[in-house]
C-alpha cells in the first residue's frame, strides 16, 4: 500500500527480536522503521542491517551531539550503514559539518529542533530568552543554511516552519497521536491527519502501534486515515 510510504513506524522496543517481529507482522503496510537509542543499545546496529537488507527504510534515531570532527566521522559511518534518515543535535557548525558529511551519499541529516516532550514552560526554565516556536525556528534555519535535509519537529511547528522555511525543508515530525490516543510524554502532538495538513513529509508513530493489540489494524487504520494525501512524500 503506497499510502504507508508517510508513516515511520518508531521501534522503541528493548527487545531485538521484538522489533523484528514487529516489522513482519507490519509487512505491506509499512516499510519505514525508526531505531532509536534503546534499541540501538540491544543489538540494533544488527537489526538495522536486517532490516536495510529486507528492503526497509530506517530513519537511525541517535540524536549526535558531540565535537564536529566527531559527528563528522559518525555520519560518514551512519551513511556508509545505509540509513535513510539520521538526527543530529547542535549549532550551526556542528550542523554543516554533519551536512557535509552526508553530502554524495543517500543519507539524510534531519537536525533536531525541540523534543515534543517539551513545552514553553520547559524552554523558559532551561534558560532560553525566546519563544518555543522561536527556537524552532532557529535550528530549522541552521539546519536549511547548513546543508541539512531536513528537521524533526512537532507537528505543533509545521504550518509555521513550511509558512517561514518553505517546501525546501524536509519535515519530519514526532508526537503523532491518532485522535483518542494517550498523549504518553508529549506536551506538542497532534493527529497524523493535522500532521499532514499542516506540511509535514512524515509521521514518526511508534505507541499507537507496536502496543496495539493489533498492531497492524492500528497501522492500518492510521494509513487509511491520512491516504487522501499520502501521494505527495519524497
Not at 532557529?138 to 504550518?159: D, I, K, T
Request: hydrophobic fraction near 45%; include cysteine.
Amino acid at each position: 500500500m503506497e499510502y504507508g510510504k508517510k508513516v515511520i513506524c518508531a521501534l522503541d522496543l528493548a527487545d531485538r527480536e521484538e522489533a523484528w517481529q514487529m516489522t513482519e507482522r507490519l509487512k505491506g503496510l509499512v516499510s519505514f522503521y525508526k531505531v532509536g537509542m534503546l534499541l540501538y543499545l540491544a543489538g540494533g546496529s544488527e537489526l538495522v542491517q536486517k532490516c536495510i537488507a529486507q528492503g526497509y527504510r530506517v530513519f537511525l534515531d541517535l540524536k549526535f551531539y558531540d565535537v564536529p570532527d566527531t559527528i563528522a566521522a559518525a555520519v560518514r559511518q551512519a551513511a556508509l550503514m545505509g540509513v535513510s534518515f539520521l538526527t543530529v543535535h547542535g549549532n550551526k557548525e556542528i550542523l554543516q559539518r554533519a551536512g557535509e558529511a552526508a553530502a554524495g551519499t543517500d543519507l539524510k541529516v534531519l537536525g533536531v529542533t525541540v523534543l515534543t516532550s517539551l513545552d514553553g514552560d520547559d524552554i523558559a526554565a532551561m534558560g532560553f530568552p525566546c519563544s518555543l516556536e522561536e527556537l524552532v525556528l532557529q535550528r530549522a534555519q541552521w539546519a536549511l543554511e547548513a546543508g541539512c535535509a531536513g528537521v524533526v519537529a512537532s507537528p505543533r511547528e509545521a504550518a509555521l516552519l513550511r509558512e517561514k522555511l518553505g517546501s525546501e525543508l524536509l519535515l519530519v515530525t514526532p508526537g503523532i497521536r491518532p485522535a483518542g490516543s494517550d498523549l504518553g510524554t508529549h506536551k506538542r502532538a497532534a493527529t497524523p491527519a493535522r500532521a499532514l495538513q499542516a506540511g509535514a513529509d512524515y509521521l514518526v508513530i511508534g505507541q499507537p502501534i507496536i502496543r496495539a493489540a493489533d498492531p497492524r489494524a492500528a497501522a492500518a487504520a492510521i494509513i487509511e486515515e491520512i491516504a487522501p494525501g499520502q501521494d505527495t512524500a519524497p
